[in-house]
């Protein structure tokens, strides 16, 4: 395959120090941390989303989650309602939609009165040369992520300004939503507008009792992210490759990082971004970290060399 | 007004610094820098977009300017041209419209060939309290600014590939695009998904020969910007009281730097951000920059104070 | 006085929402998070270092606190053991002198082995205009803050690495590092100093089993921070002034993240800076945040001059 | 070599669209810009700093340069002067000790009185894996780079404000100040520092008629940084397969945007800073970057694949 051929992937067992960081089971927080809290998760059918409703319901919280799929929702929402002893609603809403955005929160009203956590999770991604790209591709992944985000954020911040109730609000965007990426400009533009959006509101609405608060995460193996934007396998590996961690994140790390974003314990972040992915970031972006490839018997020739270079 | 009442402006006269920052005439880069090159500039009617163009067309270069007026564009067009001696086009084109940036496209192609240089500068803003944007009000903002510019550089760049043309592409953006802003949240998020955006394609499409820079603006008076962002006028001068340089902006200087950024001198620059704002975001951002208002007779008396702490 | 007379100060009670946003008590993990762990603290004796202690000694860890004062350190370590029953370890340590630091370290080799978490939390600062700076003020800080984090993490992490025993490291740094500031600018340039650091072992020593990540804490009331940055007491109003969430931090909060991220639940996070500043950094650096001072009435006003503009 | 066997280098002559990309050659500024203005330059003997004081002295700056190697900085100030026709004097200046600072500036003021462009440029810097560290080494580049440009730059300040005389500094830095970099731990913390640094004075000293901003260079071929960086220069085919440009950056371009940004046609730019890096570091940065291996073929299988994507 390609990237075995273009000699990006030095090993195929997982790097060693992966031992280090083995993930966590379970919630963190203390149980009945979002007892009597409702808690509203967009795109919550599937992948992380999914696994952060999970954490909430465990932790006390009654959910909603939103998305386009309601044979999806739910059956996600009654496999962790079974699961937890706690009650997931499940409503459709195509977020691209502020009609739909609209009647989705009419629902929520009705059934659980407004969210104390909101959660913006919704999104889609596909990888694409630019130069292949139609202003309809463009649209379709900038009008869910972006606008997306905005009705629901808007829509829900305005009914609970008019019921002076408070509220925590989360995002999840990337890890390339401030550097840009080449072969996903849409999302890494739509992530990036979002960004900016909850630190604006972050500024704007604290006044109203509102956190406004943004979780990149790194590359987790969830079906609806892999299969496209790695739809052979071969980048996985290429990416392992270079987190210092030595493996993929897992859906619940994102999930107790968010419920603690959320949570009684965080009152006080507000237009925090916070990066969790292994590190990946910072060893892509700095320009001497490819010198982990060289051994120690090549740094034993390389310094010889650099300590007899003479002036400048 | 409510500015003066609520304190916030010191002076009334501009802060005597200002006379150490004169701003420079005429432009920088060498006669002739443009000649035998075509520059598309979108908003190059009125504001910047005006002064660029104006300032490239002294250079040399054959301009096109392209935005939704067209007896703007064609007066402005003239009265450049009548200056310059060189030609300036005007084609009208709504940029929202991925139809119409099309047309525009093929008009450009007709008349001067595809450009070496890009600018998207069209833009839309106006201040207003987030819980009162409506989704329409939302999108007439991120519809010109995000997708916008989006179609605008994938038209063209898709055509430059097939072309195996290189240009140079810049985009305007502003100093709240990375930190956000309140009261602009759908300018600041459109503003921040055009800077990953270009970040993206100077990673992506170095290998077509194409470039890719960001200028972030800080505030300059142009009759658009102004009469929507601080239409009482009572904003500006708090705004020069918080900038180091002490003083706004000039349009010319703003084209100077684009000039730069979009010539044979500064052919290495790619994927940056230059930020040229009389020092204002260094000044909002610092923590203790309030500081400044101490005398130094109270800091006499504060030194004293933390000479005399003892111990943590 | 000067804060006063200058106007800064719009009003005199807590912003009424801080009401939304009341600061959670007593440790968020669950018990025995640290059991059978160490920890290694420096400037653990007071302020935040304290309460990072306190806290992680109630989830079950063996502490050392480190720092210039050993009578300090010990009575913070006998009241903090008594109240948690686990062990708390005083040693003398000046971090600017590597000497020491070997010293120290090898005490801790002696007394419980090499640690499982690092808080790099020792500093020191203090507000001056930087023309009264003199060599020896700007060293005093940059020795303690950058030297001393580096001196501390090189010769751990040297240790720990010969041990093959992995580590979480976390550098406690400030809002103004990424942005400077003035009046403070010996320690903007360190902590900017130890987050670069803290970035690049994390990319360097993830191969190790080594995390590195940073948080930013805005304004906490610690003697030690406050006497030597409002040594008046009239800076603080005006940052609650402008902290979105309307208070100030308490220190357990801070030691809730912290304990967060040197927990087993976030053996994914590596690289990452997280502000905890209850929205101080987004509401100062956005332009037009300070238009949270318009009222209703005057907004209407604004919005009809707004619509009524004609063109650019 | 190692880099060869590692299969980090797909290709062996420089990438096709580097003929895109050539370097200008000569100042882009106005004949005599900086006629009548004295301009100080650290590290000016060598490398990028003597570009930069070429070019100065070319735009009739009248120069100073300070280092370490007097002999050195003699045959450049003659070098410069003769083919410039302007006077570039040397001065033997070791930036780490304050007091040979000091004395230097002394000599400064009675040969040309005080610059009116400052540049802090001297540095050092090698690779080594941080586990080999020393404190020494630490201080090694950490005293040049971070202490050196502040006793520079607070000496030349005081003396310049007690002058009432405004003037423009600049500092060269990198583009993995703000990513951080294994392998060169040092350099980024000092540079990240002397960012902060210079945000906080631009801040602080606009007040003065001072403006501080910086330049991030990308991989330039000199002697002093490439024989520290990449001794064996196996590294430097590696930086060229990623940027977009094609191509390492030549110091004349640097002089170029250095100039610039003394000049009189940047007076509004203060707290600035400019990577100029051919796109190397958003290349870097964006995870999806490496699909540039992908060919047009293995596109086509890719697209069929996430078309034939079913849900989440
Ligand atoms: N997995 C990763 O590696 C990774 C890395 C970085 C960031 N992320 C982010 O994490 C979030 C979750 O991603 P994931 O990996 O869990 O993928 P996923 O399972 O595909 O989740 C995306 C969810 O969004 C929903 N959705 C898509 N379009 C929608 C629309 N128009 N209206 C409402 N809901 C819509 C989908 O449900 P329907 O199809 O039913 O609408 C789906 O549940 C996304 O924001 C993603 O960008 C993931
Ligand atoms: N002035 C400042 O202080 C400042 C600060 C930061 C950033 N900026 C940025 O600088 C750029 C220029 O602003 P300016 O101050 O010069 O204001 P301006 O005069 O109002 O310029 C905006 C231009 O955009 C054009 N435009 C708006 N909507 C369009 C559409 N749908 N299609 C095509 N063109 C459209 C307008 O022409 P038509 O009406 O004819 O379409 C106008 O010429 C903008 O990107 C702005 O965000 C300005
Ligand atoms: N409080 C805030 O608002 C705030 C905001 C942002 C960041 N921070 C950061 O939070 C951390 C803790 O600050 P704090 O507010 O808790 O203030 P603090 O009580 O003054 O803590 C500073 C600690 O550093 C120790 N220290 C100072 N110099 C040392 C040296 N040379 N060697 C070893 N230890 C040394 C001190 O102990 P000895 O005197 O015994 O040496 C003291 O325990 C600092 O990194 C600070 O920069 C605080
Ligand atoms: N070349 C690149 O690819 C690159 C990339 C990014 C950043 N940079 C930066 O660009 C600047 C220039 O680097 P360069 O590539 O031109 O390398 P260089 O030729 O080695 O320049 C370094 C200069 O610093 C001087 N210097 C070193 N220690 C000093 C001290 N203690 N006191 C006074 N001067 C001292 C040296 O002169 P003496 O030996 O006479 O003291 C030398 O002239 C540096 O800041 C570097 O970090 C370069």
Not at 84 to 104: F, I, L, Y
Not at 110 to 138: H, K, Q, Y
Not at 242 to 250: A, E, N
Not at 285 to 305: D, H, I, S
Request: a positive charge; one cysteine or more.
């Amino acid at each position: 395959s390609w990237i075995h051929s273009s000699g990006v992937l030095p090993q195929a067992a997982p790097p060693p120090q992966a031992r280090f960081f083995p993930p966590a089971e379970g919630p963190m927080l203390p149980t009945g941390s979002f007892t009597n809290r409702v808690a509203f998760i967009t795109g919550g059918g599937t992948g992380l989303g999914r696994a952060m409703t999970t954490t909430l319901s465990q932790l006390g919280a009654t959910c909603i989650i939103a998305s386009r799929k309601l044979d999806v929702l739910k059956q996600t929402a009654e496999e962790i309602s079974r699961q937890t002893g706690n009650k997931v609603h499940a409503v459709q809403c195509d977020v691209k939609d502020p009609e739909a955005v609209s009647r989705c929160v009419d629902q929520v009203e009705a059934m659980t009165g407004l969210p104390d956590v909101v959660i913006n999770n919704a999104a889609g991604n596909f990888v694409c040369p630019s130069e292949r790209l139609t202003p309809n591709g463009w649209k379709s992944i900038t009008d869910i992520v972006l606008n997306g985000t905005a009705f629901v954020t808007l829509e829900l911040g305005r009914r609970l300004i008019q019921n002076q109730k408070g509220a925590s609000f989360l995002a999840i965007t990337t890890i390339y939503a401030e550097s840009g990426s080449g072969f996903v400009a849409p999302s890494a533009s739509a992530k990036a507008g979002v960004e900016a959006l909850y630190k604006s509101l972050a500024a704007e609405w604290g006044r109203y009792g509102h956190r406004f608060n943004i979780i990149q995460p790194g590359p987790i193996r969830t079906k609806g992210a892999f299969s496209r934007l790695d739809p052979t396998g071969a980048f996985e590996k290429a990416m392992i490759g270079r987190i210092p961690t030595g493996r993929l994140g897992m859906p619940g790390e994102i999930a107790n990082l968010a419920a603690y974003m959320s949570s009684e314990f965080a009152t006080w972040m507000s237009g925090a971004v916070v990066r969790l992915d292994g590190g990946e970031y910072v060893s892509m972006a700095g320009e001497f970290n490819e010198l982990r490839r060289v051994t120690p018997e090549q740094w034993k020739t390389m310094e010889a060399m650099i300590r007899g270079t003479k002036g400048s």
